[in-house]
């Protein structure tokens, strides 16, 4: 239910042609109103930054990994179906639009929501694998096969403390029937060699889930 409310207020950020917009707040200069409490007495005027891609590729991302979830349960089956659409359009968005990594220049307050192009090109990948997986369409097969070696488990010495969910993308792929062998081997590849060398450490934790001490920091 909590996912869900969240999927439909980044529902309400997706426009029309696919593309979301990147932000909601209140502006950090000027703007009208009072603040209150609760928040739902607040009067203040609240804001929209414009869409970006680095907003559209990852709601395309979070659309297409939730309609995966959602439609196995019976009675959502329509928002499932509707989530899949909408991150076929939000893809779609993406790739035809130019890119932009600076679009949150702090005008309105809520934190910083721009993300590198190299994060946005990651994103794209992982976002390939649920939309494959979703649609059978090889388009999204193509795509992943042609750039799963650029994401971080790939090519950093950790193989997902810190992108989890680029991680989690790469083993979803490899249980998918129609993976293809070479890249699911490399995939595990990879995987096995991050365990060889973790496993150093192992005997020092009760889940062979070793991390170094300097690794247990903020966030």
């Known amino acids: 239910d909590e996912v869900k409310w969240e999927l439909d207020w980044l529902k309400k950020m997706q426009e029309d042609d696919g593309g979301v917009l990147m932000k909601v707040g209140f502006a950090r200069t000027g703007g009208t109103g009072n603040f209150g409490n609760p928040p739902s007495t607040i009067t203040r005027d609240r804001y929209y930054l414009p869409k970006s891609s ?53 005008e309105i307050e809520a934190g910083d929501a721009d993300v590198p192009l190299q994060g946005q090109a990651h994103a794209a990948t992982v976002a390939s694998v649920y939309l494959y997986a979703l649609t059978g369409n090889a388009v999204y097969h193509t795509y992943f096969m042609n750039n799963y070696n650029t994401v971080w488990p790939m090519t950093d010495s950790n193989w997902g403390m810190y992108y989890g969910e680029q991680a989690d993308a790469l083993m979803f792929y490899t249980t998918l029937p129609d993976a293809n062998p070479t890249v699911k081997a490399n995939i595990l590849a990879r995987r096995d060699q991050h365990d060889a060398d973790q496993l150093f450490g192992a005997s020092n934790d009760l889940y062979r889930s070793y991390v170094q001490d300097g690794a247990y920091h903020w966030g």
């Open 54 to 106: 680095a907003s559209t590729i990852i709601t395309a991302l979070n659309f297409a990994h939730a309609a995966l979830t959602f439609r196995e349960i019976p009675q959502l089956q329509s928002y499932a179906d509707d989530l899949g659409i909408r991150a076929i359009k939000a893809w779609n968005w993406y790739h035809n639009n130019p890119k932009t990594a600076n679009a949150d220049q702090g």
